[in-house]
């Protein structure tokens, strides 16, 4: 990524504010399980399950067309567990709604979702207060300071 700036650059992880958020902000994180909502995600949840010592689950979409959604099959077993969703990003947060029905209708007790990137457009708000989430976390990567509730 540096070779794309003309100036010094960094590439931040938010890995150890996300460890931190589970340890602390969780009750009973350690009855949880890591969650990736998608294929693409399996590294960045498996290397954070594997830092808390907890197992790791994933969610593979069906897909009857391009960008439709159409299941979601679960690969592992969240019964009788806290499910931690785990992504990069979430825009209008229809996969984080339908992974976390997923995930209940599979057992899991409560369903948190934390990511690096809210961009939280469009319907966002609505779908994620619509949705099993116990709660949405994400990073200041972007400003929200007008959707956030206390």
Request: glycine share 6%.
């Amino acid at each position: 990524i540096q070779g794309f700036f003309n100036i010094p650059v960094d590439n931040l992880y938010c890995e150890p504010s996300m460890l931190s958020y589970i340890k602390t902000s969780i009750p009973e994180w350690k009855n949880s399980i890591i969650v990736s909502p998608d294929a693409g995600g399996a590294k960045r949840a498996t290397s954070i399950a594997d830092r808390l010592n907890l197992d790791f689950a994933l969610i593979h979409k069906e897909r009857k067309k391009a960008n439709e959604v159409s299941r979601m099959v679960l690969v592992g077993d969240v019964s009788g567990k806290i499910a931690i969703l785990i992504d990069d990003m979430a825009d209008t947060c229809g996969t984080l709604k339908m992974a976390a029905e997923t995930l209940k209708d599979n057992g899991a007790t409560k369903v948190y979702a934390i990511v690096a990137h809210g961009i939280l457009s469009g319907k966002a708000i609505d779908v994620v207060n619509d949705s099993y989430l116990e709660r949405l976390v994400v990073t200041n990567t972007i400003p929200h300071d007008d959707k956030k509730s206390i």
